[in-house]
């Protein structure tokens, strides 16, 4: 849904800087509702709430003074919408999964992973764990359901996409996805031409959202870059903070 649209200019209500914690209304949209009825008075009779949401005058309001036109926006609401900010924020979080027989032998260094979480915090996400671990269904699918478990944001593996016998990670998300994600998934093979290469992966489990990529450097990063400006949009729709 889309919630912006601007007031008329005959109403008489100024544009409020708050926003409908609930409705998601906010500015003069917020004000329009109100202006057109669509705001009922609570108990208190001085306190309004955004006709497009539930909550009463004690939980969302907005205080008008008597005798002055302004609006003035009450302490509660404030602090309820950082809340609700600081919570759309954190579904910014994202772990990493290394996937790699020989860095988990001792015999490679785990270059992608340390990469992608750089390129991750650089992009104003938080990166909240890297795990890494050998090549296999079993192992890949036991890492993956621990690391979406309680998780709201992004899993991101590296590693095991291709053709070679132990490149067995896309067997092993799809394994445990609840809702595949094709679009994000061919939209990282267009990227590069060597894409076509890649079997990766991406979907849902719960409400964390596994993106597969390369185990090279340069393929994990580019993979990750083709769909970034859509993750946030994903991750919070899953989260249920944005109406749609």
């Known amino acids: ?130 795990e890494v671990v050998a090549d296999g269904v079993e192992s890949v699918s036991e890492a993956l359901r621990q690391m979406c478990d309680g998780h709201t944001g992004l899993v991101v593996t590296t590693g095991g996409t291709g053709f070679g016998p132990r490149d067995l990670t896309p067997e092993a998300t799809l394994s445990i996805l609840e809702r595949e994600a094709p679009g994000l998934a061919e939209a990282m093979r267009l990227v590069n031409p060597l894409g076509r290469l890649s079997r990766g992966r991406a979907g849902t489990l719960g409400t964390a959202l596994v993106l597969n990529t390369p185990g090279s450097s340069k393929g994990c990063i580019e993979c990750v870059d083709a769909v970034i400006d859509v993750l946030g949009h994903a991750v919070s729709l899953m989260a249920g903070d944005e109406p749609h």
Do not use: I
């Open 1 to 130: 849904m889309n919630s912006t649209f601007d007031a008329p200019a005959s109403s008489t209500k100024p544009a409020l800087a708050a926003t409908c914690v609930k409705s998601g209304l906010r500015g003069a949209a917020y004000c329009f509702a109100l202006s057109r009825g669509a705001a009922r008075r609570s108990a208190e009779g001085r306190r309004y709430r955004c006709g497009r949401c539930s909550d009463d005058g004690a939980q969302h309001s907005e205080t008008h003074t008597g005798g002055d036109s302004r609006w003035m926006t009450s302490p509660a609401l404030l602090s309820r919408q950082t809340e609700a900010v600081a919570e759309r924020l954190s579904s910014k979080r994202v772990k990493v999964l290394t996937v790699s027989d020989g860095v988990v032998a001792g015999t490679r260094t785990d270059a992608s992973g340390p990469l992608l979480a750089e390129y991750f915090s650089e992009a104003g996400w938080e990166v909240v764990g890297a």
